[in-house]
């Protein structure tokens, strides 16, 4: 799925990539509206989250160009609204095909619940999405190792990404595992999850360029921890976000 961003501002736009990012858009950003007009029809978003504050003109031919083509249900329009935001101009969003209005504080916890129930109601988007499949990101505590079946060698590498059901990993040195084959079953391999480190059995699934690893045996507990951390993906890409932003303040 593609997330249009129409925000000039820097740390609006970062904060809204990061929470959106990891429910599994695409994100493609413009600071100038101009463009984002331009390229609407080949970019065909699934959402566009547009500044209000950033562009308090500009939005209002962008929704009526996507309202031509594309309905309510087939591609959400997202206004974030600053201070200058009154009640014509919510009469006006309401009256273009705007799907709704928030917020642009993002760093309110309600105003990302109300953004996710948007998405929720048009597009389908649950909790299960963003529990999927991580990539790791600077922010992650993520590592995995296992000792070799048969030679006993300690095997390190790379998790290249992460699901309830297993990782594709990246070994450092794949000669090491260059000899696995499918079906092999490694035992108590060690997941760090965070702080927790894990105990768990994996099958491999296959041996390319990455290695694909099932996750055969895990308790509830464990894999409460897991599925609560990648849950929490969109949380913790917010905190990185605003920190950064804060940084550069």
């Not at 190792?145 to 070994?171: A, C, Q, W, Y």
């Not at 917010?238 to 940084?247: D, Q």
Request: net charge negative; with cysteine.
């Amino acid at each position: 799925m593609i997330a249009m961003l129409i925000i000039e501002t820097d740390r609006l736009g970062e904060l809204t990539a990061a929470y959106l990012r990891p429910l599994g858009f695409e994100i493609i950003r413009y600071t100038n509206p101009l463009k984002a007009l331009d390229n609407l029809d080949e970019i065909v978003p699934d959402v566009t989250v547009c500044s209000a504050e950033d562009f308090p003109r500009h939005w209002k031919p962008i929704i009526q160009v996507l309202r031509e083509k594309r309905t309510k249900d087939d591609a959400v329009f997202i206004l974030l609204k600053g201070p200058s935001f009154n009640f014509d101009e919510a009469a006006k969003a309401m009256y273009l095909g705007v799907n709704g209005v928030i917020r642009e504080d993002l760093n309110d916890p309600k105003e990302r619940e109300r953004l996710q129930k948007l998405l929720a109601r048009y597009i389908g988007f649950d909790d299960q999405r963003v529990s999927s499949r991580l990539v790791p990101g600077t922010g992650d505590r993520l590592a995995f190792m296992f000792s070799h079946p048969t030679n006993s060698r300690l095997v390190t590498g790379k998790i290249e990404d992460i699901s309830p059901k297993g990782i594709n990993f990246m070994p450092d040195n794949d000669s090491t595992t260059a000899d696995l084959e499918p079906g092999t079953i490694l035992r108590d391999c060690s997941l760090r999850v965070g702080e927790p480190i894990l105990s768990v059995d994996c099958s491999v699934i296959r041996n390319g360029r990455l290695l694909a690893l099932r996750f055969e045996s895990m308790n509830d507990t464990d894999r409460g921890v897991l599925e609560g951390y990648l849950k929490d993906v969109p949380e913790r890409e917010l905190k990185a976000a605003m920190k950064r932003a804060g940084e550069s303040d």
